[in-house]
């Protein structure tokens, strides 16, 4: 896609190969990265930018199928400018680029209990569009307002009650870019806040593929919710049970591969491309509907445009 840029502070890189900054390691360039140097710097970038143009905000990558074709049109990646954590009494106010696990560690440090991002991969930004959570707790039930600059380059102040939050989902534009989230937390005992994150670590490292390419959890759960860790959470809806069930534990589809630790998890073994991910989970979802009538639903993003074909 051929367009003319507005020349911003910080730094825009063309044709920018993305596969390096998604945790598969997969997909083409996008025609420009924009890494903004302050949330001026990107409203004005945006204001400037021909509305023609579509923005595509990424995080870490952590949730993300970047097909192989690449990105047409503008990814905005946050940096180091948006990923500060500030404790204030019972709030904290975090960058959008700020890790989830480091906002909780942060957080319990000063006595403050968000641990329940501690094993959520990614940064706050995406956990905020993608009302993630886990353990019972989400972050709907802990977020007071955002920062976001709109694709218009406005910069506006949303409460949390105006985002539409529901299970994995909000109503935030998908062009819109969250530069700030500010939690309320309870208070805790940092000590035992530590020893908590610690045990959810190693309940996390001993039935989830920790140390594989992976984009987290694939589906999302056809039961609603997150599992919540207790003794009496039921799995009978939970999309790993369903993929178990239609024998798709350590199904492979060249080099993708469903975990044979947890089967929601879909990995590059090595050498995948974004096609034969996206193929070995189309074919999941096949199967699952075929087996119980379920309709798994992704919950991992995929955006970009397939490879060109062979000439």
Not at 150 to 171: N, V
Not at 204 to 216: L, V
Request: net charge negative; aromatic share 6%; glycine share 10%.
């Amino acid at each position: 896609m051929s367009f003319d840029l507005p020349t911003p502070r910080g730094t825009l890189t063309p044709n920018r190969p993305l596969d390096s900054l998604t945790w598969l390691r997969v997909g083409g360039p996008a025609d420009w990265l924009f890494q903004p140097a302050d949330p001026e710097d990107l409203a004005e970038f945006l204001a400037a930018l021909d509305p023609a143009v579509p923005v595509f905000p990424m995080g870490v990558g952590s949730n993300l199928i970047v097909r192989d074709g690449g990105i047409r049109g503008l990814v905005v990646r946050l940096g180091r400018a948006f990923n500060s954590v500030v404790v204030d009494g019972q709030t904290v106010t975090v960058g959008a680029a700020a890790l989830d696990a480091q906002v909780a560690r942060r957080a319990a440090e000063a006595g403050l209990d968000l641990t329940f991002l501690r094993t959520i991969p990614g940064s706050i930004g995406g956990a905020v569009r993608m009302n993630a959570g886990c353990y019972g707790s989400y972050v709907a039930d802990h977020l007071v307002e955002i920062q976001v600059v709109t694709r218009q380059g406005d910069m506006i102040t949303m409460q949390a009650a105006e985002l539409g939050f529901g299970y994995r989902h909000s109503e935030i534009p998908d062009d819109w870019i969250i530069t700030q989230a500010v939690f309320t937390a309870e208070k805790g005992d940092p000590d035992a806040l530590h020893v908590k994150m610690a045990d959810q670590l190693a309940r996390r490292d001993a039935s989830q593929p920790t140390r594989e390419r992976s984009a987290g959890s694939t589906f999302r759960n056809p039961a609603g919710f997150s599992s919540t860790g207790q003794a009496d959470d039921t799995h009978d809806l939970k999309a790993w049970s369903l993929i178990d069930q239609a024998g798709l534990r350590g199904h492979s589809w060249g080099g993708a591969q469903m975990s044979e630790k947890h089967p929601n998890f879909l990995l590059n073994t090595g050498a995948a491309t974004a096609a034969e991910l996206e193929a070995l989970g189309e074919l999941v979802r096949r199967r699952v509907m075929e087996e119980s009538g379920h309709d798994l639903q992704w919950e991992v993003i995929r955006i970009g445009d397939p490879a060109p074909e062979d000439e």
